[in-house]
């Protein structure tokens, strides 16, 4: 049940989706960044309060993020943060850098031929897909080269 707003200064005042329909907010399925509630909580000025109040739920998105993304923040792992309207080449850089980081993470060099099963392991930490784990390692490797 939501907590009554009891003070003027209360952040949730401010918040964008006081004007929408809050079921966008718990979507079915897995949303990417151009899922419509995130969308909107990128113009939100409350975006980080909400993110942190939200960081213990599994349910509907806070301040921008799904419980993917919060699932990530959890283990450590900084989420990719694709805002609607980033670049592709922008996207691309980004994933690249969170591959190579996670590969490290794990104990491998990203830029060498990694064992059986860190594809796949590094794919499902980060949620993305093969695609685009294949172009980031692609990338990582040709830059090593
Ligand atoms: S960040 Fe999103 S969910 Fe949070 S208050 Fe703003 S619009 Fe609402």
Same mark, same amino acid.
């Given at each position: 049940?939501?907590?009554?707003?009891?003070?003027?200064?209360?952040?949730?005042?401010?918040?964008?989706?006081?004007?929408?329909?809050?079921?966008?907010?718990?979507?079915?399925?897995?949303?990417?960044?151009?899922?419509?509630?995130?969308?909107?909580?990128?113009?939100?000025?409350?975006?980080?309060?909400?993110?942190?109040?939200?960081?213990?739920?599994?349910?509907?998105?806070?301040?921008?993020?799904?419980?993917?993304?919060?699932?990530?923040?959890?283990? +450590?792992?900084?989420?990719?943060? !694709?805002?609607?309207?980033?670049?592709?080449?922008? &996207? *691309?850089? %980004? #994933?690249?850098? @969170?591959?190579?980081?996670?590969?490290?993470?794990?104990?491998?060099?990203?830029?060498?031929?990694?064992?059986?099963?860190? +594809?796949?392991?590094?794919?499902? !930490?980060?949620?993305?897909?093969?695609?685009?784990? &294949? *172009?980031? %390692? #692609?990338?990582? @490797?040709?830059?090593?080269?």
């Amino acid at each position: 049940m939501p907590t009554p707003i009891t003070s003027r200064d209360d952040w949730r005042l401010q918040a964008v989706c006081r004007d929408h329909d809050p079921d966008m907010w718990f979507p079915n399925g897995v949303h990417g960044p151009n899922d419509p509630a995130k969308i909107i909580c990128a113009t939100c000025p409350v975006r980080t309060q909400c993110a942190e109040l939200g960081l213990p739920e599994h349910f509907g998105i806070w301040g921008g993020l799904n419980e993917a993304d919060r699932d990530l923040i959890r283990r +450590g792992i900084t989420p990719p943060r !694709d805002e609607p309207g980033t670049p592709r080449n922008e &996207q *691309s850089r %980004r #994933r690249q850098e @969170l591959v190579r980081n996670h590969i490290l993470r794990l104990g491998y060099d990203p830029e060498k031929p990694l064992p059986n099963g860190i +594809g796949v392991r590094v794919e499902e !930490d980060l949620q993305i897909s093969h695609a685009q784990f &294949q *172009s980031a %390692r #692609r990338a990582i @490797l040709r830059s090593a080269a």
